[in-house]
């Protein structure tokens, strides 16, 4: 693919990503994808298995957004930085660093390799309200 093609595919993976349309997220992968959360979980292989990861992803976080930074784009593969925000299902609203690394065969993402700022997640977590028992007047 030429530079201008998978930018073409980075823009309709972006696009499909805001949307949160699954649909339309993994018709941009091939069958035989890969997509590895690095330091979240294994690799999920295959189309089955890459939705399930990210209808999981979904529905943990419904309202995630990706502000994108920069992409770098190649002949093929290209690469996204981003800030993700998403609120947990406790309300908290979570914000850190992310980048993916793409792998693109035939017009299409072949593999993805997600990498997150774990340590602002969990710094984040740690910080989560917990309910406090509010003074008794008397």
Sequence with gaps: MTPT????????????????????IMALHTHDTVFHLHGGSEPAVGDA???EAFAAG???WPDIRFERKRVHIGAGHFVSEYEMSATTPGGQ???CD??????????????KDTYLD???????????PTPSTAPQAD
């Design 98 to 111: 992310g980048a993916d690394v793409f792998t693109v065969r035939d017009g299409r993402v072949a593999r």
């Design 58 to 60: 979904l529905a943990q």
């Design 93 to 95: 609203r979570i914000v």
């Design 118 to 128: 774990w340590p602002a997640i969990q710094r984040q977590l740690a910080e989560e």
């Design 49 to 51: 298995a890459t939705r």
């Design 5 to 24: 093609e998978v930018e073409d595919l980075a823009v309709r993976y972006g696009a499909a990503w805001a949307e949160r349309d699954l649909d339309a």
